[in-house]
């Protein structure tokens, strides 16, 4: 059995069994395999170019590295739990290959250093795979604004109808909502991109080593400027598992919305049938269970941003193990949120809105009404007055079901003899949308601007 290498002579008996179990990480760190593999490659670069190992050394370390790297993609890495992470278990496949030119890799580094540098590249990526599919879902959202450009829907709030929009103006409520969770991404990105190698342990190295070298090398845009505070910083993990919660909400509050357009009750909306389930007793059920469980799978996301919060509190300088429980709940987040976009792009694109049955209820709601109570500020009426005053109209309409435009003279009149059939020229959600002016508002003309906007962005 191989001994982890992080045991030194000063140990008199071996590791109990019961902390191994407890201790081990490799069961969910080996997905850091292939960033602590270029991890250690741009360290051990930088080792031979400061004449700390040869350049013949670094050429064995690197090409055993890499094929360690091939063992594992291929599953042919056994893990044990006595070598505890995925560190450990590298560095000891290079020693089993290489003998002491492996035991050289660790020169001027540790455990912490390098998992903090391992884990801000895996970060990195992850991120920007999420950036990319949060794109795709913007570019799907996009393009059902050109399919449901006539259709307009009641907008709501309180759930209680409010006023009328083109769909479109939802969709693109959306794209500004993902736009500004890849805006927090992205910046969430620059710190993550800071080099933390060779702040070994925590208090830096006596050998001459070049960090800035090695930041080059891996890309990243600057190097960590104290060495304790790479050793026990990981606020970018949490940043990053708060953009995540951010999106898991946001993904939650869409789903939320779709289940409900897609009840009987509402009939807004038709979901793609493969990805509902069916009932097994009910024969006519479509269930929207992606949408459920997108839902449902927010609350783990925000959940982990918690249990991260409280892990880091209270926690003294420099490296704890605490930090190593830190990577379940981020790689949780970000996976979890993967595969909530990675089935939201195919359902926004594949649902069909039920034009008919939004149509035939639009005129129930009075969603014109305050476009008529501002026409009649328009006309002179101060805004208290026309708001009292078009209520009244929506209670005399209310006692007989009537819509505004049904109305009569004699109704009119008798809320204000101001008043005449001359204001069903406002009315009906057709006109109501025309009506808007605003700039961010949902006229014809401003959405058209809002889809040109982003159809620029998103190409
Ligand atoms: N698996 C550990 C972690 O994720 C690696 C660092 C261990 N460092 C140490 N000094 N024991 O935190």
Same mark, same amino acid.
């Given at each position: 059995?191989?001994?982890?290498?992080?045991?030194?002579?000063?140990?008199?008996?071996?590791?109990? +069994?019961?902390?191994?179990?407890?201790?081990?990480?490799? %069961?969910?760190?080996?997905?850091?395999?292939?960033? /602590?593999?270029?991890?250690?490659?741009?360290?051990?670069?930088?080792?031979?170019?400061? &004449?700390?190992?040869?350049?013949?050394?670094?050429?064995?370390?690197?090409?055993?590295?890499?094929?360690?790297?091939?063992?594992?993609?291929?599953?042919?890495?056994?893990?044990?739990?006595?070598? =505890?992470?995925?560190?450990?278990?590298?560095? %000891?496949?290079?020693?089993?290959?290489?003998?002491?030119?492996?035991?050289?890799?660790?020169?001027?580094?540790?455990?912490?250093?390098?998992?903090?540098?391992?884990?801000?590249?895996?970060?990195?990526?992850?991120?920007?795979?999420?950036?990319?599919?949060?794109? /795709?879902?913007?570019?799907?959202?996009?393009?059902?604004?050109?399919?449901?450009?006539?259709?307009?829907?009641?907008?709501?709030?309180?759930?209680?109808?409010?006023?009328?929009?083109?769909?479109?103006?939802?969709?693109?409520?959306?794209?500004?909502?993902?736009?500004?969770?890849? %805006?927090?991404?992205?910046?969430?990105?620059?710190?993550?991109?800071?080099?933390?190698?060779?702040?070994?342990? *925590?208090?830096?190295?006596?050998?001459?080593?070049?960090?800035?070298?090695?930041?080059?090398?891996?890309?990243? =845009?600057?190097?960590?400027?104290? %060495?304790? /505070?790479?050793? !026990?910083?990981?606020?970018?993990?949490?940043?990053?598992?708060?953009?995540?919660?951010?999106?898991?909400?946001?993904?939650?509050?869409?789903?939320?919305?779709?289940?409900?357009?897609?009840?009987?009750?509402?009939?807004?909306?038709?979901?793609?049938?493969?990805? *509902?389930?069916?009932? !097994?007793?009910?024969?006519?059920? #479509?269930?929207?269970?992606?949408?459920?469980?997108?839902?449902?799978?927010?609350?783990?996301?925000?959940?982990?941003?918690?249990?991260?919060?409280?892990?880091?509190?209270?926690?003294?300088?420099?490296?704890?193990?605490?930090?190593?429980?830190?990577?379940?709940?981020?790689? /949780?987040?970000?996976?979890?949120?993967?595969? *909530?976009?990675?089935?939201?792009?195919?359902?926004?694109?594949?649902?069909?809105?039920?034009?008919?049955?939004?149509? !035939?209820?639009?005129?129930?709601?009075?969603?014109?009404?305050?476009?008529?109570?501002?026409?009649?500020?328009? +006309?002179?009426?101060?805004?208290?007055?026309?708001?009292?005053?078009? &209520?009244?109209?929506?209670?005399?309409?209310?006692? !007989?079901?009537?819509?505004?435009?049904?109305?009569?003279?004699?109704?009119? +009149?008798?809320?204000?003899?101001?008043?005449?059939?001359?204001?069903?020229?406002?009315?009906?959600?057709?006109?109501? #949308? +025309?009506?808007?002016?605003?700039?961010?508002?949902? *006229?014809?003309?401003?959405?058209?601007?809002?889809?040109?906007?982003?159809? =620029?962005?998103?190409?």
């Amino acid at each position: 059995m191989t001994a982890s290498p992080s045991r030194s002579g000063v140990f008199q008996a071996a590791t109990d +069994k019961r902390l191994e179990a407890f201790g081990e990480s490799i %069961s969910f760190d080996y997905r850091l395999y292939q960033h /602590d593999i270029r991890g250690s490659i741009a360290h051990a670069r930088m080792l031979a170019a400061q &004449g700390l190992i040869s350049n013949d050394e670094f050429s064995q370390i690197e090409v055993a590295l890499i094929e360690i790297e091939s063992e594992i993609s291929a599953g042919r890495m056994v893990f044990r739990p006595e070598l =505890e992470d995925i560190h450990m278990h590298i560095e %000891s496949a290079l020693i089993e290959r290489l003998g002491d030119v492996g035991r050289k890799l660790h020169t001027a580094r540790s455990r912490n250093d390098q998992v903090n540098t391992d884990f801000r590249l895996w970060i990195r990526d992850a991120l920007d795979r999420i950036d990319g599919l949060l794109a /795709d879902l913007q570019r799907a959202f996009l393009g059902r604004c050109e399919q449901d450009f006539e259709i307009i829907v009641p907008a709501y709030t309180h759930m209680q109808r409010a006023q009328p929009v083109l769909a479109a103006h939802y969709w693109l409520c959306y794209i500004e909502k993902l736009a500004r969770d890849r %805006s927090r991404l992205s910046d969430c990105r620059r710190r993550v991109n800071v080099c933390g190698l060779g702040a070994a342990a *925590c208090a830096g190295t006596t050998l001459p080593i070049d960090r800035h070298l090695v930041a080059r090398e891996l890309g990243f =845009e600057g190097v960590a400027g104290n %060495s304790l /505070d790479v050793s !026990s910083d990981r606020d970018f993990v949490l940043e990053s598992a708060f953009v995540l919660a951010l999106i898991a909400g946001h993904l939650s509050g869409w789903a939320e919305e779709w289940i409900l357009w897609s009840t009987v009750e509402f009939g807004f909306i038709k979901l793609p049938h493969q990805f *509902c389930t069916g009932s !097994s007793i009910m024969p006519q059920k #479509v269930n929207p269970d992606t949408l459920e469980l997108t839902r449902g799978k927010s609350a783990r996301v925000i959940g982990n941003l918690q249990t991260l919060l409280v892990l880091v509190k209270g926690l003294p300088l420099a490296y704890n193990r605490d930090l190593q429980e830190d990577k379940p709940a981020l790689f /949780d987040s970000f996976e979890t949120v993967q595969a *909530c976009l990675e089935l939201a792009v195919p359902i926004v694109e594949g649902a069909q809105l039920q034009k008919l049955s939004i149509s !035939s209820r639009l005129d129930q709601g009075y969603l014109d009404a305050t476009t008529l109570m501002e026409h009649l500020i328009a +006309k002179g009426l101060p805004q208290r007055t026309a708001h009292h005053l078009v &209520g009244k109209l929506v209670g005399i309409a209310q006692q !007989s079901g009537a819509r505004l435009a049904d109305l009569s003279e004699e109704q009119l +009149k008798s809320a204000s003899p101001d008043l005449d059939i001359a204001i069903r020229q406002v009315l009906g959600v057709e006109k109501a #949308v +025309k009506a808007y002016q605003s700039y961010g508002s949902s *006229c014809p003309d401003q959405v058209r601007k809002q889809i040109l906007y982003w159809s =620029e962005q998103l190409q």
